[in-house]
């Protein structure tokens, strides 16, 4: 009878599997509540395990239950096959959980010459070990089986070979990639029916190996990057796996980092990966919440404590997930410590994370300013480059243009968020002092921000604006942040008078340094001079006109305090009268005095018109013209005192 004649002879009815052989069953055996009605000299004669138990126990011994069988009872039918004399087709797919069912029965050669256990460690060293797609597919279809795998050895061999072909060049060998089998040539042709069509594989990048790891399971994704480590294969690439595997299964990460190239800056698009999942069954499945905030754990637990602008960007991406998830505080601790390491990598556009709890903010300003103070901390001990350091000496780590950048960044940061009208300005004031002030050159961003806020809040008082204005340096304003600033109604009126005083001294000062240049040169083109002088005559002319309008704005200031103060003298008076007249307040006299203030008398017309006779001449007139106007309104006030 022929091997396919054998193995047609099997067949199942119901939850029973029955083999005709002519010859009635003597023996079941029970394997995850299937039974198999077998013979028992077939299997005796090629399974170790089953052989032994026939020989202890009675003879009377008829059932058999196998429990825990590798593979359940699929594994086990092909076993019994295989003992039947039916020709066993060995695939990468099921090459694990044969061989773990295969050493279960004892199916060595000790029963049996080139028995089961033989022929697929000779499949497993032969086909499997030497193709990528054999050794990705024995993986993903090892989970059922991995710890008896891990036992055999098998899960490790797979893992040494899968890493070996990835630090290894693609095209050196033709054997790393093997994904078309038999249509790739040893030279690396496509091959079609045997002939040479000349065609060549397209040359696979640093990363063409991401998405056919990327369906392997959590555990498995992670022995197979902690054996790439031993190998010696680069943290960029690694870390561009695993950011990979990161987009995939976690919710929202991968719309977070559209667009971002892998590791640490280099790398193809997914579209442009040939996969060999399209040979397999397995699919990515949808990961539950509790799943999902393991593998962000198992993530950050492998993740090299690197920098990398992208790296950066999926870290801040990581924390967006974190927030929605719910992780554990040292999780999130963590990440703003990786972040504010490097934080002058980071885009404003990534540290806009939305708030998630309770607060009443729109955006997380708090986890912001954690990140700030990390940088700021952590300046001096430099977390090593993903790509080899830059030789631009401004980026160098005593190199202060990470911190101007990193305040830039936060400047930017306060004016986006300062239209947030539940925002408070402790928040403000803490976001902007958690750098130092060397960091910023210039306050122009801080006070773009500080703008914003004002005008977005215009409730505040004018102590809590003056708090925030004071953290600026004026005189680190530019000049037209500061004409801005001197016509900016939103500004307490003591912040717009320093800010008009530091604009002079710069005024001065550029005038100063001006004409000194001018005096030390030696030599110049008389074209050059007159542009020089016209353009210091112009300086000179600006100066003069603030000059007077920073006299006519103290002499209005001066005028708005002896006003100030004389209404409250005059209240302070009428307060006084009050009191002496409490009991008399229905007196003739008192509303006598009233009517006098309220209707003039006749002679009180009189005297004016001739008063304003005698004044009307030129002379008295430009004097009377001349008075301060403080003197005319105090003039006024003597006669309207009682009413303020």
């Not at 990598?345 to 912001?368: G, W």
């Amino acid at each position: 009878m022929s091997p396919a004649a054998k193995v047609s002879e099997f067949h199942r009815e119901g939850n029973d599997w029955f083999c005709k052989t002519g010859l009635s069953s003597d023996i079941t055996v029970v394997v995850d509540d299937v039974k198999f009605h077998l013979h028992k000299f077939p299997l005796v004669s090629k399974c170790g395990k089953l052989a032994r138990m026939y020989e202890d126990s009675e003879k009377s011994l008829r059932t058999t239950v196998l429990g825990e069988f590798p593979g359940g009872a699929d594994m086990f039918l092909i076993a019994a096959r295989f003992c039947y004399g039916a020709r066993v087709d060995l695939t990468s797919k099921y090459i694990v959980s044969i061989h773990c069912a295969a050493e279960y029965l004892k199916m060595t050669n000790e029963y049996g010459e080139d028995n089961l256990i033989s022929q697929v460690e000779t499949f497993l060293h032969k086909n499997v070990l030497r193709s990528w797609k054999d050794c990705i597919l024995a993986l993903q279809s090892s989970t059922p089986v991995l710890k008896t795998a891990e036992r055999l050895q098998t899960i490790p061999k797979l893992m040494n070979a899968v890493s070996t072909m990835v630090c290894t060049d693609p095209s050196l060998f033709g054997w790393p990639m093997m994904m078309y089998g038999t249509l790739q040539s040893p030279g690396g042709s496509i091959l079609w029916n045997g002939i040479n069509t000349g065609a060549r594989m397209r040359s696979s990048g640093s990363d063409w190996w991401y998405e056919d790891v990327s369906y392997l399971s959590v555990g498995l994704f992670t022995r197979l990057i902690k054996t790439m480590e031993t190998k010696g294969i680069r943290a960029e690439s690694l870390a561009g796996a695993m950011m990979y595997y990161a987009r995939k299964y976690l919710p929202g990460l991968g719309r977070w980092q559209s667009g971002t190239r892998s590791g640490g800056g280099g790398g193809n698009s997914s579209k442009s990966r040939r996969s060999v999942v399209s040979f397999s069954l397995a699919s990515a499945s949808s990961m539950s919440p509790l799943d999902q905030i393991a593998l962000l754990e198992t993530i950050l637990s492998l993740l090299p404590e690197k920098r990398g602008r992208s790296f950066c960007k999926f870290l801040l991406g990581l924390l967006r997930v974190a927030f929605i998830l719910g992780v554990d505080g040292n999780c999130v601790k963590s990440l703003e410590r990786r972040i504010g390491m490097q934080l002058e990598l980071a885009t404003l556009e990534n540290l806009l994370i939305l708030n998630y709890s309770d607060s009443e903010t729109l955006y997380n300003v708090d986890c912001v300013e954690r990140m700030v103070r990390h940088f700021v901390s952590s300046s001096s001990p430099r977390l090593p480059d993903f790509s080899p350091p830059s030789l631009d000496p401004e980026m160098s780590p005593s190199s202060s243009a990470p911190l101007r950048k990193v305040a830039k960044l936060v400047d930017s940061y306060m004016a986006e968020v300062a239209s947030d009208v539940n925002l408070k300005p402790d928040k403000m004031r803490s976001l902007a002092v958690a750098l130092p002030e060397s960091s910023r050159p210039l306050y122009d961003g801080l006070y773009r921000a500080f703008d914003i806020y004002f005008k977005e809040h215009p409730w505040l008082s004018d102590r809590d604006k003056e708090q925030l204005c004071n953290i600026m340096d004026y005189q680190r304003l530019s000049i037209d942040a500061c004409a801005h600033a001197s016509h900016n109604d939103r500004l307490p009126l003591r912040v717009v008078l320093q800010v008009l005083f530091f604009e002079q001294m710069h005024l001065r000062n550029a005038l100063a340094s001006g004409l000194q240049d001018t005096a030390h040169a030696q030599t110049g083109a008389t074209g050059e001079h007159i542009v020089q002088r016209d353009g210091w005559v112009t300086v000179v002319r600006q100066n003069q006109v603030l000059k007077v309008n920073m006299q006519r704005m103290r002499s209005r200031v001066g005028e708005l305090e002896e006003e100030f103060q004389s209404i409250k003298e005059e209240m302070m008076m009428k307060k006084k009268r009050v009191s002496k007249s409490s009991s008399s307040l229905n007196s003739p006299r008192l509303v006598k005095m009233g009517c006098k203030f309220l209707l003039p008398r006749a002679s009180d017309a009189k005297n004016d018109t001739a008063q304003s006779s005698v004044s009307s001449t030129p002379r008295s007139a430009a004097a009377d013209h001349a008075l301060p106007r403080s003197s005319r309104h105090s003039k006024h006030r003597k006669s309207f005192s009682f009413f303020g």
